[in-house]
């Protein structure tokens, strides 16, 4: 059994989706998957064991089929996926499989790398055990299994965003409740909003559960930069909606500039002397608008540039050591299929 789900970018709104923010005011994110992906095999063993394998971060572990001895496995992920679904589908009996993964960036990308490993887990086990679960179903128990089960801190929007694929704007409410809004925004803009993006690693991958505990505590205290900052962000995902359905990319660039300033308001340790040195060098070289994807800290950033410009700017953040590229939209999210 394999499984393949997208990463994404975070274009505007991201933290708008964390507790207790979004369950008091409700949130709001605009985002868009690319073709980055995260990989889940499941293959059936042939010892009575359960196997994990991560190459891509050089790990391997095998345990007795028992929810007590995988609950020791150091890969989180793989541990906690395989004991919701023995609890909830397999009667409390471990299936002893191999399971293995990878994915096409590094933890603490920026681009919900881990989650969207989580959602790969899921669908394959999905899949694998011919459960109904549709892509709302599979985007909530991998928000489960990550937030609540493992107690890993962050908000909701990358499993969603995983789970359905393409461009969304998606509203998380009060009462656990969450809409995606597929947007049909005009091929032609989609085109030029991809020719006009250009993404950078920073070099640094980073834990994003400092900067999200630190911004939980500060929403908890009404009135403060943070819940401000939150507020300017949920505007901001509004506003960005509506600039790319009207096709205005030079709009998008400036709504990313405002959430760049609006998103360091809501913790400490978002830019860094690093993160705010490529900015400037890609606005330098002609970039309109940038800003980190994820939680900041690290990872990758991304730039709204003229696609005149395009190339002097990726060349210009090769030549700080930022590792920069295009990037491509895809539409599709979750996919499984039998080999």
Known sequence: MRARVPLRLGLAGGGTDLSPYCDEFGG????????????????PSAEPCVRFCAPDIGQEEVFAPDLEEIAASRLLLHAGVARRFTRQFCNGKVPTVC????????PGSGLGSSSALVVALVEAFRNYLGVPLGPYDVAHVAFEVERLELGLAGGKQDQYAASFGGMNFIEFLGSDRVIVNPLRVPASVLNELELSLVICFSGVSRSSEQIIAEQQRRLHTPGTDAVA???????????????????EILRLAKILNRSWEAKKRTASGISTSGIEALRDVAMNAGALGGKVSGAGGGGFLMFVVPPARRVAVIQALRDAGGTATGVHFTNDGAASWRT
Do not use: C, W
């Open 229 to 247: 900052g939150m507020h300017q962000l949920k505007a901001d995902a509004l506003d960005m909606k509506d600039a790319l359905l009207r096709g």
């Open 99 to 106: 399971i293995t993964s990878f994915v096409d960036a590094p």
């Open 28 to 43: 709001a994110v605009l985002n868009v998957t690319i073709d980055r992906y995260a990989y889940a095999f499941i293959e």
